[in-house]
């Protein structure tokens, strides 16, 4: 770990090596490969190429969401299972060894004279790592009986269950009657899950994690919720045979897909029923590509204080005064031959309570003098470049601007953010039996006035940064 | 010696003679065939170009269909129906006669609509342009594509109007054109020659079962039924029945077929059942309540 107080032209110095470096150990790995692939369960089963249902694994092409959206099915009557081999196994694994580079600017930390005083510093660690894992299964458990089941580690192999469903597809012989039960992923347009960015700052969508600050130094106190995250509950989805018009909705427990009723590091679990809705629609422009734009809406509601405690701490489960929330947001794709841009809208709401931690049965009277409903409006263009089925540059930018601060108080831009990230995915070979890609990428987050200087007592910004080297692979 | 030297001589003047004829016999031939490198497709208002079609057929195809067109990708041993050798240029799905090459709106349908029972999908998540470069992409790897014609499509008549008659004529056609041989009586594919039949590869090749779908490879109407005997699926051992059938004739055969298919509701089943004689015939051929509840189909 480095830490240093004005160690700029150092840092730029190592970044401009390490830049140099990964354009070096590019060139070199362009050349020493010798020609042109998730699910490789897939792949496997039927024989085609990640490039078939990926534009560039883990993004899928038109016909991978038709594939998903039928249910894991190509719909041939090859799908159940007695189709194959007694030996097949649905099953894939992924993971990622890297080298990362993490730098935090203006982070607080202890003085040189102990922790009596503090300064701020950039801080930067870095080093040979390696991601969590993925234990990726899925497919058919008979025509028309589909699962997918995700037990994933973090890096220290500490397992939980990112995805276990069961979806029934096609029912009454219609592709608008599709049922899925259990933890599954958002119908996203834009998924987290099949994000072609991974490193710590780049691997996720700001917009779909972002909470208001109630204050400098104070993040959303009550409840955790992030629309990237996979959810409990049931979900109804309908596409037209082409997949060209998609329609979703699901009720979700309010617990952002944690179990026995928990609701993460948030707070107070409740019993609440959330909801989530989402449409879209495709159409072609000549030979430009397939081009989609849709909307998505989720109402969630969350409680504000435990109905029973033991010692001090809320059972789980016993929340109440539900207060609301919801976000909601367009989206589209659109596609230029190779180039295509994701354009996305985003807006954000959540209720005063809510986000300033108030129980709700204190009343506005308990509420902190000033504070008001935050609001927010939100951005994203992510563009790729499909250079070829081998290789995707990538670049994405990200805006979050406060509508409506929680206290009066606080700074106007407390908590708007601004990221940048941009990349390239490089897979050396594609086949039928296995994934593989060089992963290159830089990404930098600006969070801004949300934290108190030391030295001044005024808000600042955090910026932080990620360059990520990786090898990423499923088999 | 002399009889040696002249011996030479002899043979001389003979190769000096037979040579160019030789030669000028070699000269006549035409030079073998090349695919184009370039081709086109041409559907409805669509133009396919090949260079686009490339670079889709690298992305979707060649796991099955082979880097080059033959039908030998890494994926193809492990499949028990082939995937089509586009260097053969021979095709099932036409609607023009047996023996000449598909027209492009056929391949474009092929592509569409995928081949059931098989490992080729429907490829309907694509655009009509990028099928339309598809089709333009495959024709360049046959030199049939240079040297031949797409042949014309075969009329199909306007379908009579569905009788008992009919179906039961059509039965009396299935038995007299022994369909049965292969299909077997009762339609399920297991005829007494079907363990013996193979493609033009030499491969071992099952007779439809029309008890498992109403969708045969080449479509689920029963105009794409009508096409199917009446042009015959090349490179496999159904003949065009075009010759020997008239064409009311096919269509009693189709609606005949339909009733086999009787896990599919469909007008000939309905009216085929609504007769004594058809109603027991569908009820001795289901398959119902198995012990495992599980409503398997045959």
């Known amino acids: 770990m480095d830490v240093r107080g004005n160690g700029v032209n150092r840092s730029r110095f190592r970044l401009g090596t390490t830049l140099f470096g990964s354009v070096a150990l590019l060139v070199v790995l362009l050349f020493a490969c010798d020609s042109a692939s998730a699910i490789p369960a897939f792949a496997r089963k039927y024989g085609m190429p990640c490039s078939s249902c990926h534009e560039a694994w883990p993004k899928l092409s038109p016909f991978g969401q038709q594939f998903k959206d039928n249910g894991y099915q190509l719909g041939n009557d090859r799908d159940a299972p007695i189709f194959q081999s007694p030996a097949y196994w649905p099953i894939a694994l992924r993971i990622t060894p890297n080298w990362h580079m993490e730098r935090n600017q203006n ?90 960015t991974l490193s710590a700052n780049g691997g996720f969508y700001q917009n779909y994690h972002f909470q208001p600050w109630l204050a400098p130094n104070q993040p959303s106190p009550t409840y955790v919720f992030g629309l990237g995250d996979n959810q409990l509950g049931i979900e109804w989805m309908g596409h037209s045979k082409n997949d060209r018009t998609r329609v979703s909705a699901s009720l979700l427990q309010g ?20 909801g989530y809705i989402a449409a879209s629609q495709a159409f072609e422009v000549g030979s430009l590509g397939l081009q989609r734009v849709g909307g998505f809406a989720y109402f969630g509601q969350a409680p504000t204080y435990p109905q029973y405690t033991q010692g001090g701490a ?17 989206i589209g794709m659109w596609y230029f031959k190779k180039l295509d841009v994701t354009t996305m809208y985003f807006y954000g709401h959540d209720n005063v309570f809510l986000a300033t931690g108030t129980p709700s049965n204190l009343g506005t009277d308990g509420l902190p003098e000033g504070a008001h409903a935050p609001s927010w409006n939100g951005a994203l263009i992510e563009t790729h470049y499909t250079w070829s089925p081998q290789l995707i540059l990538i670049n994405r930018y990200e805006l979050i601007r406060m509508k409506q601060q929680t206290l009066d108080t606080n700074p106007g831009d407390l908590g708007n953010v601004d990221a940048l990230t941009f990349g390239f995915r490089y897979y050396p070979f594609i086949n039928t039996r296995a994934g593989f890609a060089f992963h290159n990428e830089y990404s930098i987050v600006w969070n801004r006035k949300v934290q108190i200087s030391p030295t001044t007592g005024l808000p600042i910004d955090l910026t932080s940064s990620s360059l990520f080297f990786g090898i990423d692979f499923a088999f | 010696m002399r009889n040696i030297t002249t011996l030479k001589l002899c043979l001389s003047v003979a190769s000096a003679l037979i040579l160019p004829f030789g030669a000028f016999g070699q000269g006549e031939q035409p030079p073998a065939a090349k695919p184009a490198s370039h081709m086109e497709s041409h559907i409805g208002n669509l133009t396919g170009h090949s260079e686009q079609g490339r670079e889709l057929y690298f992305r979707y195809c060649w796991g099955c269909h082979g880097p080059h067109g033959d039908g ?30 598909p027209t492009d709106e056929d391949l474009f349908n092929s592509v569409k609509r995928g081949f059931n029972f098989t490992n080729m999908p429907s490829w309907l998540a694509l655009t009509d342009q990028e099928r339309a470069n598809l089709v333009a992409f495959i024709k360049t790897y046959s030199p049939r594509w240079v040297t031949e014609k797409a042949g014309t499509p075969i009329t199909v008549p306007t379908e009579p109007k569905l009788t008992i008659e009919s179906i039961k004529h059509g039965g009396e056609l299935f038995q007299k054109l022994e369909c049965w041989k292969c299909h077997g009586q009762e339609g399920r594919g297991d005829g007494p020659s079907a363990s013996t039949l193979t493609d033009s590869n030499d491969q071992p090749i099952r007779p439809y079962n029309f008890t498992s779908d109403n969708r045969s490879k080449c479509g689920r109407t029963n105009q794409d039924l009508y096409k199917i005997f009446m042009t015959g699926l090349d490179g496999t051992p159904m003949p065009s029945f075009a010759d020997v059938v008239k064409p009311e004739d096919a269509w009693d055969l189709v609606h005949y077929l339909r009733t086999l298919q009787y896990n599919n509701p469909s007008p000939e089943l309905t009216l085929w059942e609504s007769t004594p004689e058809g109603k027991a015939i569908v009820a001795a051929k289901q398959v119902k309540e198995t012990s495992t509840g599980s409503g398997i189909k045959p």
């Open chain 2, 72 to 101: 030998n990708g890494e994926n193809a041993p492990y499949l028990n129906i082939l995937p089509r050798n586009f260097v053969a240029a021979t095709f099932k799905c036409r609607s023009t006669p047996t023996g000449t090459l």
């Open chain 1, 255 to 274: 617990t952002d897909g944690n179990p026995d009723f928990q609701a993460g590091s948030g707070g107070a679990a409740g019993r609440a029923y959330e």
């Open chain 1, 107 to 196: 982070t607080v930390v202890d003085g040189p004279a102990g922790s009596d005083t503090q300064v701020t510093a950039t801080v930067t660690t870095r080093g040979f790592d390696y991601t969590g894992m993925d234990l990726l299964t899925a497919g058919t458990l008979a025509k028309n009986f589909s699962f997918l089941l995700v037990p994933s580690s973090d890096e220290t192999g500490a397992f939980h269950f990112e995805s276990a469903n069961v979806r029934f597809d096609n029912l009454f012989g219609s592709t608008w009657a599709n049922i899925k039960v259990g933890k599954f992923e958002l119908d996203n347009l834009l998924s987290e899950k099949r994000i072609v």
């Open chain 1, 314 to 330: 809320p059972i789980f489960g016993t929340g109440i005064g539900n207060k609301p929330y919801y976000r909601a947001g367009f």
